[in-house]
């Protein structure tokens, strides 16, 4: 059986043929409906599932031919040839884990999978190895764009999601963590990005709005410019867009980008003997593009602001900073 992510569909590409094409390739159990693509709204998606996939040659010349992007779900144990083309596959190359305990081996290839459902509820994702292999899918076309790598102890987002943990394992993840939900990578929210360089504009009912008046005049704006940038930024109609950040590189040893911590509540009780809380960041020295679509002054601004507060959770003890 292979299940199949169908990426950069023409919009003139039907289901009807795609279904009829894949007949001759194998036993076709199922086509989806081609639906816009999230990530490139001029093309379509979709996926198809075989029941058997007798000439794979033949699907991932066909592919080719049409230029799709084509992947293969990573909890499949085949394997799928990289294509040459520049708008061929982009795959991402799973990683075997070997357990201390165990001659198992733990596939750890689509983080997000792994972490929220495997069974073993992020068992070794720690151990997961980067690819870029998604970046030219994150790629935004004629955004502007700039480079900026985690600091010690490294970045912590999305820590508000549940996450399942394991009752029989004291050791496991307590916090949640966000992943896109198509390529299962770790991703900085648009919508994230958006509230920090939002909160250094102030309200009128703000108790500290001369102190982030005077933050933005360091920054090179004029205070009477103040009003009318927070509307052309901000307002329902302002054009600017605030994209995910991805990472595009990691300068550590074999790849790897994720890391533990913990935290030691220690309630009201300051004598009670604290329950460590285990959770899942990002480690240091991992390089994340930053999308934007907005003037070149507003891009200089959004940088110089992310440099100074940071992203995530728990800037207040240094997680989340940023570094060029």
Do not use: W
């Not at 520049?86 to 983080?111: D, L, Y």
């Not at 009780?269 to 329950?275: F, Q, R, S």
């Not at 679509?293 to 728990?314: C, N, Q, S, V, Y």
């Amino acid at each position: 059986m292979a299940f199949y992510y169908l990426n950069k569909l023409a919009k003139t590409i039907t289901k009807n043929e795609l279904f009829g094409e894949f007949k001759k390739y194998g036993k076709v159990k199922f086509v989806g409906d081609p639906r816009q693509d999230s990530k490139s709204p001029e093309f379509n998606s979709s996926i198809v599932e075989f029941n058997e996939l007798s000439d794979k040659d033949g699907f991932e010349s066909y592919c080719k031919a049409k230029n799709i992007y084509y992947k293969l779900r990573q909890d499949q144990n085949t394997s799928q040839s990289s294509a040459p083309s520049e708008r061929a596959v982009h795959q991402s190359q799973p990683t075997q884990v070997h357990t201390q305990t165990t001659n198992t081996k733990i596939i750890v290839a689509n983080p997000s999978f792994h972490y929220y459902k495997d069974t073993a509820y992020g068992n070794d994702i720690e151990n997961f190895r980067f690819s870029p292999s998604f970046t030219k899918l994150f790629e935004i076309q004629d955004a502007h764009s700039f480079t900026l790598k985690t600091t010690y102890p490294g970045l912590l987002v999305g820590s508000g999601y549940n996450h399942p943990k394991l009752k029989s394992n004291k050791d496991d993840f307590q916090l949640g963590f966000f992943f896109d939900h198509t390529s299962g990578l770790p991703l900085i929210p648009g919508s994230s990005i958006k509230g920090v360089i939002r909160s250094v504009f102030p309200e009128d009912s703000d108790a500290h709005r001369e102190a982030k008046i005077e933050l933005l005049m360091e920054y090179g704006i004029e205070k009477n410019d103040i009003e009318l940038l927070k509307k052309e930024l901000f307002d329902n109609n302002a054009t600017t867009v605030f994209y995910d950040a991805f990472i595009v590189s990691t300068a550590n040893a074999d790849g790897k980008i994720f890391g533990s911590d913990y935290i030691t509540p220690h309630g009201d009780d300051g004598l009670k003997n604290p329950v460590p809380v285990k959770f899942l960041k990002i480690l240091p020295d991992v390089s994340f593009c930053f999308q934007f679509k907005a003037r070149d002054e507003h891009i200089k601004l959004f940088h110089k602001i992310i440099l100074d507060l940071g992203l995530g959770a728990k800037t207040n003890v240094g997680y989340g900073k940023f570094t060029e």
